[in-house]
C-alpha cells in the first residue's frame, strides 16, 4: 500500500514563505512524476506545480517566479518551496503521484496517488 505524508503548511503572512514536503511509503520501485495541486475553498483543484523523475518542471503562470518545485528520487519525496505568499494563494494543498509501481508489481502500468492534504492561509 502506497501512502502520500505532506507536512510544512500553516498560517503565514503576505510576502512570507513556507515549505511543503511530501514523502511517498510503501514497497516503490518508481515514481514517474510528482506534484503539487491545490483547492482553495469555493474553487476546482488545481495544477501548481509537478516534476518528473527526469527533472522536468511545470508550474502554473500564477506561481512561476514564486514556487519552487524540487525531489529527492532515493528518498521519494517532492518538496514545495513557496516564497513571496499572496492571500489568493491560500488553499489546502496536495501531495500527488503519478504511475507509482511498487516492488510486488513491477510491469504494471502504475498507480496514481494522493495525499490528504495540508492547509496553506496566507494573511493580508
Known amino acids: 500500500q502506497v501512502q502520500l505524508a505532506e507536512s510544512g503548511g500553516g498560517l503565514v503572512q503576505a510576502g512570507g514563505s513556507l515549505r511543503l514536503s511530501c514523502a511517498a511509503s510503501?514497497?516503490?520501485?518508481?515514481?514517474?512524476?510528482m506534484g503539487w495541486y491545490r483547492q482553495a475553498p469555493g474553487k476546482q483543484r488545481e495544477m501548481v506545480a509537478v516534476?518528473?523523475?527526469?527533472?522536468?518542471?511545470n508550474y502554473a503562470d500564477s506561481v512561476k517566479g514564486r514556487f519552487t518545485i524540487s525531489r529527492d528520487n532515493a528518498k521519494n519525496t517532492v518538496f514545495l518551496q513557496m516564497n513571496s505568499l499572496k492571500p489568493e494563494d491560500t488553499a489546502v494543498y496536495y501531495c500527488?503521484?503519478?504511475?507509482?509501481?511498487?516492488?510486488?508489481?513491477?510491469?504494471?502500468?502504475?498507480?496514481?496517488?494522493w495525499g490528504k492534504g495540508t492547509l496553506v492561509t496566507v494573511s493580508s
Open positions: 510503501g514497497s516503490i520501485l518508481r515514481i514517474n512524476a
Open positions: 500527488h503521484a503519478e504511475k507509482v509501481t511498487t516492488f510486488d508489481r513491477p510491469f504494471d502500468y502504475g498507480m496514481n496517488y
Open positions: 516534476i518528473t523523475s527526469g527533472g522536468s518542471t
